[in-house]
């Protein structure tokens, strides 16, 4: 019984939950009302992908599901788009940061910049198939994604340390 416990950290989950809780309240309430040239930053992407960088292909993927669906409830013009895109991204980095890349900052810099532009291209098909298309949504996007760095260079820290905790 206490083997069972030890396995299914609870405290982990709870780190999460308020990560999650604080990530989406921070996007909702704060971010979305700092704009540049009318684009507000965006950093469930690369909370996603630091999720699955630093708890691997199964939790990664689980935590930015969530998060999805709360995503989802929160942005009233989105069905279904993070609740599919969220751990499909935290998957891909979780795989990318297995084999390819380490855990370090500017790795996840990086990632975090493909995974914003990969938002923002999905983003803008979306509208395409919508036939609402603008050449300038373009743009839009590569500043949305350069906007929303700096933010998400916040969403590295917490999962970094909590993962350095637990392999200890």
Same mark, same amino acid.
């Given at each position: 019984?206490?083997?069972?416990?030890?396995?299914?950290?609870? =405290? =982990?989950?709870?780190?999460?939950?308020?990560?999650?809780?604080?990530?989406?309240?921070?996007?909702?309430?704060? %971010?979305?009302?700092?704009?540049?040239?009318?684009?507000?930053?965006?950093?469930?992407?690369?909370?996603?992908?630091?999720?699955?960088? /630093?708890?691997?292909?199964? /939790?990664?993927?689980?935590?930015?599901?969530?998060?999805?669906?709360?995503?989802?409830?929160?942005?009233?013009?989105?069905?279904?788009?993070?609740?599919?895109?969220?751990? #499909?991204?935290?998957?891909?980095?979780? /795989?990318?940061?297995?084999?390819?890349?380490?855990? =370090?900052?500017?790795?996840?810099?990086?990632?975090?910049?493909?995974?914003?532009?990969?938002?923002?291209?999905?983003?803008?098909?979306?509208?395409? #198939? #919508?036939?609402? /298309?603008?050449?300038?949504?373009?743009?839009?996007?590569?500043?949305?994604?350069?906007?929303?760095?700096?933010?998400?260079? %916040?969403?590295?820290?917490?999962?970094?340390?909590?993962?350095?905790? =637990?392999?200890?």
């Amino acid at each position: 019984m206490n083997d069972l416990l030890e396995k299914l950290d609870f =405290r =982990r989950y709870l780190r999460y939950g308020l990560f999650i809780l604080v990530t989406l309240t921070a996007q909702n309430m704060v %971010l979305g009302s700092l704009r540049i040239i009318g684009v507000c930053p965006l950093v469930l992407p690369a909370a996603a992908a630091a999720m699955g960088m /630093f708890e691997g292909a199964t /939790f990664g993927p689980i935590f930015s599901l969530i998060m999805g669906l709360f995503a989802d409830m929160a942005f009233i013009e989105n069905k279904i788009f993070f609740t599919l895109l969220l751990p #499909a991204l935290s998957l891909a980095s979780a /795989f990318v940061s297995q084999f390819f890349i380490n855990r =370090r900052f500017f790795a996840f810099m990086g990632v975090s910049l493909i995974v914003l532009l990969i938002t923002g291209t999905l983003q803008m098909l979306k509208t395409l #198939a #919508a036939d609402a /298309f603008s050449v300038d949504m373009i743009s839009v996007t590569v500043v949305q994604a350069l906007w929303s760095l700096p933010f998400s260079a %916040l969403t590295y820290f917490m999962p970094a340390r909590w993962s350095r905790e =637990r392999i200890g």
